[in-house]
């Protein structure tokens, strides 16, 4: 996986105030998350992770940001952004270690041209993103599911998705990730409710 590097400043000042005059000066605060250990707070360029996140085409692409220091290797753990324009307001990293696995949600992304789809179904997407464990290095841009053999109906389970060597998906129980929708899929649903959850009902 490609590595970009960002540069950050360090910033004392806290508070809405003092977040609201660093945005005006073209940067957006930001804390580094290191393990137990008190975040360090940060002054980032918005426009230079964007762009930098853009070109990887992975949310959770490697970052090696520059401050004070040193370096820390880290990835993205939350961006909050204005609601109306989508502007970066504030972001979190996360630092990690090279030879330790992580937990990041990847997302899904169907493949293919499924058979019920040429029969005029849609994909249904149920499950956007899903929680995986790995070595930073080998972190997903998304994870594929070939719906190709996908008819009306049919669902692709957490279980069955095939998923990169390294990645191991974290899940409780298995759970439906995505389905070809129609009306012969629309019927099944409901005839799988009656089925399971009138008896669950009666317990």
């Not at 137990?36 to 002054?43: H, R």
């Not at 952004?81 to 990041?104: A, G, M, S």
């Not at 997407?125 to 998304?142: G, V, Y």
Request: positive net charge.
């Amino acid at each position: 996986m490609e590595t970009i590097s960002l540069r950050a400043e360090p910033r004392t000042s806290v508070g809405k105030g003092a977040a609201r005059k660093l945005r005006q000066t073209g940067k957006a605060p930001a804390l580094l998350y290191r393990g137990g250990n008190k975040p360090t707070m940060l002054a980032i360029d918005p426009v230079e992770l964007e762009v930098k996140l853009r070109r990887t085409g992975n949310r959770n692409a490697l970052l090696r940001v520059e401050t004070v220091g040193g370096e820390r290797l880290c990835i993205v753990k939350a961006i909050q952004r204005h609601p109306l324009t989508r502007r970066l307001l504030h972001v979190d990293f996360y630092e990690v270690q090279e030879d330790k696995p992580v937990e990041v949600m990847i997302r899904v992304e169907a493949v293919g041209r499924s058979i019920g789809v040429k029969k005029g179904g849609q994909i249904r997407i149920l499950r956007p993103w899903l929680k995986a464990r790995c070595i930073p290095s080998k972190i997903p841009a998304a994870i594929a599911i070939d719906v190709t053999d996908l008819d009306i109906g049919h669902m692709a389970r957490v279980d069955q998705v095939a998923v990169p060597d390294g990645v191991e998906l974290v899940f409780d129980s298995p759970f439906n990730v995505l389905a070809i929708g129609g009306r012969a899929y629309e019927e099944e649903v409901v005839q799988e409710e009656t089925e399971t959850v009138l008896p669950a009902m009666q317990d």
